[in-house]
């Protein structure tokens, strides 16, 4: 079924002023983006000549569709994301290597008419689908599955949530300290953004935080959750490489 409304997680990134400032607010909020990228890159078996069609489930600003074509120059990808301003930031950030992109404005919980039936040997989705109920991971997951090629790879690396409401608690401390620490560093470095109010303390940096989940619609599952999601949705190697508190890097491959 074709779904109209624009989703609130699209909606939330469709707005050029938090477009702008997406990457700098990444850094100080999601600096494992890095190593999970790192992660990804690690895990990938293919040689750099290789010759493959990628998919990026909500490719942003570029920041994992940029290494992936850096690293394998004979790769193609279909860079997917339901708001138009974030694609025009990963046309920006891929620009000469554009030409190996073929972008695509649509909620990928329509995959399969977004796809029309294309095949490919890698599914990359960053931050992304923990903006999908259960039910809806599970078709696009399936989704993912009949795209890919036997052999080929699928990799998330995203949010997830404590099974346990008291260790959920303390891992938000430790999130909101972390952010409050690195963007007090950004102020003594004199680096942009320092003079952000929005991290200046715990609390502020709570509501900010809190106040964006809930436009985003956010609902990461916890990791059990997501790899039986996995699992269910025919990935049946699924597993978890890689975990620091509330962010992951799971997936698995399409058996040969
Ligand atoms: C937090 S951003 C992550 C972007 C990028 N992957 C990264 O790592 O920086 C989530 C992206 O997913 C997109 N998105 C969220 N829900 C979507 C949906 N149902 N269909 C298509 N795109 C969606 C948003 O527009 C946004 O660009």
């Known amino acids: 079924m074709a779904l109209t409304a624009k989703s609130h997680s699209i909606a939330a990134y469709d707005i050029p002023e938090r477009v702008a400032s997406y990457d ?5 909020m999601h600096p494992n983006r890095h190593k999970m990228l790192q992660i990804v890159l690690e895990l990938l078996p293919f040689s750099p000549d290789a010759s ?3 998919l990026d489930l909500g490719v942003g600003t570029g920041f994992f569709s940029y290494v992936i074509l850096k690293r394998f120059a004979n790769s193609r990808v279909i860079a997917l994301d339901g708001a138009a301003s974030m694609i ?11 030409d190996r992109v073929d972008f695509r404005t649509g909620d990928f919980r329509n995959l399969s008419e977004l796809l029309r039936g294309e095949r490919g040997d890698l599914v990359y989705s960053a931050y992304a689908l923990h903006h999908l109920t259960a039910p809806e991971k599970i078709s696009v997951v399936s989704e993912i599955v009949k795209f890919l090629n036997p052999g080929g790879w699928f990799l998330n690396a995203d949010l997830i949530i404590g099974h346990d409401a008291q260790i959920e608690s303390r891992i938000q401390e430790i999130r909101v300290q972390g952010i409050v620490g690195r963007a007090r560093a950004n102020r003594n470095n004199g680096e942009s953004n320092s003079n952000d109010e929005r991290f ?9 935080i809190d106040n964006l989940q809930s436009r985003e619609h956010d609902q990461p ?3 059990n959750e997501d790899l039986r999601i996995l699992t269910d949705a025919g990935l049946k190697n699924a597993s ?6 509330r962010e992951a890097v799971t997936g698995g491959f399409k058996p040969l």
């Not at 700098?24 to 100080?28: I, P, T, V």
């Open 240 to 245: 978890a490489f890689w975990l620091e508190y």
């Open 200 to 208: 200046a303390s715990a609390a502020s940096t709570r509501a900010f």
């Open 88 to 98: 025009e930031m990963a046309q920006g950030r891929l620009g000469p290597m554009a």
């Open 52 to 54: 493959f069609t990628a």
């Open 221 to 223: 599952l916890t990791l």
């Open 24 to 28: 700098a607010d990444m850094d100080l």
